[in-house]
């Protein structure tokens, strides 16, 4: 089975001369769902089959087979099981410096700054079937297709198709409104706070540490993370490593207790409980069906 497994990511995706890589996801098999996070690649979310939950910007996307979703650079957002569906879904992702290593580049101030700054906005979602989806898809399905060459002899193919998956998004650009910057810059403040997760959850993380990070006191921090994640800063923190050791459980070589403590739970009953009330079953009975599952990617 691939244990190419969608996660966040300090790192960068693909290599430094090729930042660019494919994630082929299955829900539940590889992930039932992934926390909030962020990265400073430009993402395509391409559903294959089944149903999957999309939250970025406080907003549900409620994706099905056919739909694409855009998440623009340093975009926090987070996966999530539909119901009880399945779903199969690749994550695109490059960096723009694949396609203009100079940031300081006329063609990057054009065409590519105006994602980071915000000024400009598009709509993220793209209904199965809409004219822009209709021109993403040949493009997105092709880098799909050659995903296992993409370092080997299609860089250049594979830049091409990039190229022009940013020439057709800009030309759907439209301007963001006062309130949508704003939100924009309220996410920004949370940001360090979501890295500092992903880097150090299995260390003893508090709302302190992440609330100085992000230069609030601890209740105006865990008012606005809660305002703009939904979840209170523990609920996250708990969440992120449940999923970190849901990823580590598809290794039968680890013990489950050095798993938990890994992951940053020094009480092992309260991982148990607390794996249970997310995923429904024990740490070992997931990890059971994973081996009773197991298949092997196309």
Known sequence: MSQNILKHEAKGHGTLVFPFVVYHTLIPLFITSFPMHWHEEIEFIVVKKGDVIITMNSIDYHLREGDILVILPQNPHKISRYKDKNCEFFNVLFSLSLLEPDKNSPLYNK????YQKREKKLKSYK????????????????????????YTNQELKIKSNCFMIMHIL????IDNTDNEKALGLNYSKIKPAIYYVQNAYSTNVTVKIVADLCNMSESHFMKVFKELTGLSFTAHLVEYRLQMAANQLKDPGLKIIDIATDCGFNNHSYFSRAFIKKY???PNEYRKNLIENKIDED
Do not use: C
């Open 111 to 114: 065409y590519f700054t105006i």
């Open 127 to 150: 209904e199965a079937g809409k004219i822009i989806s209709n021109e993403l898809a040949p493009y997105l399905n092709d880098i799909i297709d050659n995903r296992y060459e993409s």
């Open 170 to 173: 800009n030309k759907y650009l």
């Open 280 to 282: 429904g079953v024990t």
